[in-house]
């Protein structure tokens, strides 16, 4: 099965302050067929306004993953956390049996883009727990970095599923290529540019999720940064 999400047919939420668009059912989008993607239950491109943001919430059972694609976030929560990423850092925060929170945008004058992601975990309960790395998204092309996986090590985040988050930054004429075992999935998020995966064309924010098939196979027409997760269905 292969099924195309193009960027327009997101759901989208618009204040003053946010501009938000919503792979996934969030908040007042509400799409029972579309609740998400294996554990894979929120992808948001969020654009924040300078000196704006999401005052302290709270969440719990969910691996709650932020990656910053222009701008700065900064970040605070009640394990005692508090800190600013930019574009190549990611933070993983595991929600467990609750957190609170903030993120802001701390520029007062430049918008802050990102993208949050939401895993539902393997074990609820957990005691909640923060996590953040450094990766060189800019000079690592033609390869995927493997941002996160349930595979603990010092140059990943740990994430609590069976699920691994991948980032490419591709140059037009390459490929990937990478196998589907029995009873997984492949979600895969262009944050810019044009390729073709299984067949179908994707460019800026289209999706493609792809379950029962041997393969994702991609070719790069312009080029390219996404994100991708392979994840058990």
Excluded: C
């Amino acid at each position: 099965m292969v099924k195309v999400q193009r960027s327009e047919e997101r759901g989208r939420t618009k204040i003053d302050w946010l501009n938000s668009y919503h792979s996934f059912s969030f908040g007042e989008y509400y799409d029972p067929g579309n609740m998400g993607f294996g554990p894979l239950r929120v992808i948001n491109d969020d654009i924040v306004a300078p000196g704006a943001g999401f005052p302290t919430h709270p969440h719990r059972d969910m691996e709650i993953i932020t990656i910053v694609t222009d701008g700065t976030i900064e970040h605070k929560d009640s394990t005692g956390t508090k800190g600013q990423l930019k574009w190549g850092e990611v933070q993983k925060m595991s929600a467990g049996k609750g957190i609170l929170h903030s993120e802001y945008n701390p520029s007062n004058d430049e918008y802050l883009k990102l993208l949050q992601i939401w895993i539902i975990p393997d074990v609820r309960g957990l005691v909640p727990s923060y996590e953040e790395k450094k990766f060189d998204f800019d000079n690592t092309k033609n390869e995927l970095i493997l941002i996160g996986s349930k595979e603990k090590s010092d140059d990943k985040i740990f994430i609590h599923q069976d699920a691994s988050l991948y980032y490419g930054n591709y140059e037009a004429g390459n490929s990937v290529e990478m196998s589907i075992n029995e009873g997984y999935g492949i979600y895969l998020f262009v944050i810019s540019g044009e390729l073709e995966a299984n067949g179908e064309n994707l460019s800026n924010r289209d999706a493609i999720m792809i379950e029962s098939e041997e393969k994702i196979s991609t070719s790069i027409k312009k080029d390219a940064k996404f994100i991708m997760f392979y994840v058990k269905i």
